[in-house]
């Protein structure tokens, strides 16, 4: 376990790793670090066949968003033992396993200010996934190393830019909780999340 316990130091908080470890060893899981993944954070597998509780987290995480994300997939575990399939995968079951799985993390104060408030707030707003809720989100991307990439957010109306698959937009009006936005080679419309990271181009390209 303390090989485990080490590991785990790396990507999150160290005060936080041995419960994680806990975790891993008395839920029987396969906890996997994975490569970076465009479309998702981290994953949770229900057991199936001959195989057990498989959850995976991404490696790019800072050490704040990697336990947050970690502690949203053992609350699907939880879940999944308390209900198999038989709830909403984001339902008040899994939202009462998330808020008790958090409190040790809460208690202890190993986040900072404003992650702490972030989680508090969404803790008590049963309407958004932990994952989809833009304050807690805004609040662990500010812990990210600085890198190429900007929120969509933050760039004015009508900037050109461009995302990891090398697609070119320009950013339009916000309808309601995302942004509209037509891809320049064919016109087609778009909507992204405000929080997604893009990459500004140059004027004139």
């Keep these: 376990m303390a090989d485990k316990v080490e590991v785990l130091a790396r990507y999150m908080p160290p005060t936080a790793a041995p419960i994680i470890a806990k975790w891993i060893d008395y839920f029987q899981c396969e906890f996997k670090i994975s490569k970076t993944r465009s479309t998702k954070l981290g994953d949770y597998r229900h057991p199936f066949k001959e195989a057990g509780h498989k959850i995976s987290v991404?490696?790019?995480?800072?050490?704040?968003?990697?336990?947050?994300?970690?502690?949203?997939?053992?609350?699907?575990?939880?879940?999944?033992?308390?209900?198999?399939?038989?709830?909403?995968?984001?339902?008040?079951?899994?939202?009462?396993?998330?808020?008790?799985?958090?409190?040790?993390?809460l208690e202890s104060k190993l986040f900072p200010q404003d992650i702490q408030v972030a989680i508090t707030?969404?803790?008590?707003?049963?309407?958004?996934?932990?994952?989809?809720?833009?304050?807690?989100?805004?609040?662990?991307?500010?812990?990210?190393?600085?890198?190429?990439?900007?929120?969509?957010?933050?760039?004015?109306?009508?900037?050109?830019?461009?995302?990891?698959?090398?697609?070119?937009?320009?950013?339009?009006?916000?309808?309601?909780k995302r942004f509209r936005c037509v891809q320049?080679?064919?016109?087609?419309?778009?909507l992204f999340n405000p929080l997604a990271e893009v990459e500004l181009l140059p004027e004139g390209t």
Excluded at 79 to 102: A, I, S, Y
Excluded at 153 to 163: G, R
């Design 121 to 176: 707030n969404y803790l008590q707003n049963p309407a958004a996934s932990s994952c989809t809720d833009l304050n807690l989100s805004r609040a662990l991307r500010a812990y990210d190393m600085p890198h190429k990439y900007v929120r969509l957010e933050e760039i004015p109306q009508d900037t050109v830019f461009t995302i990891k698959d090398g697609r070119k937009f320009k950013k339009g009006m916000r309808l309601r």
């Design 184 to 190: 320049l080679s064919n016109g087609h419309v778009y």
């Design 58 to 105: 991404n490696n790019n995480l800072n050490a704040y968003a990697f336990l947050v994300t970690t502690v949203h997939e053992f609350a699907h575990l939880v879940t999944w033992n308390d209900h198999n399939n038989k709830v909403k995968p984001h339902g008040l079951e899994w939202k009462r396993n998330f808020q008790k799985m958090m409190s040790p993390f």
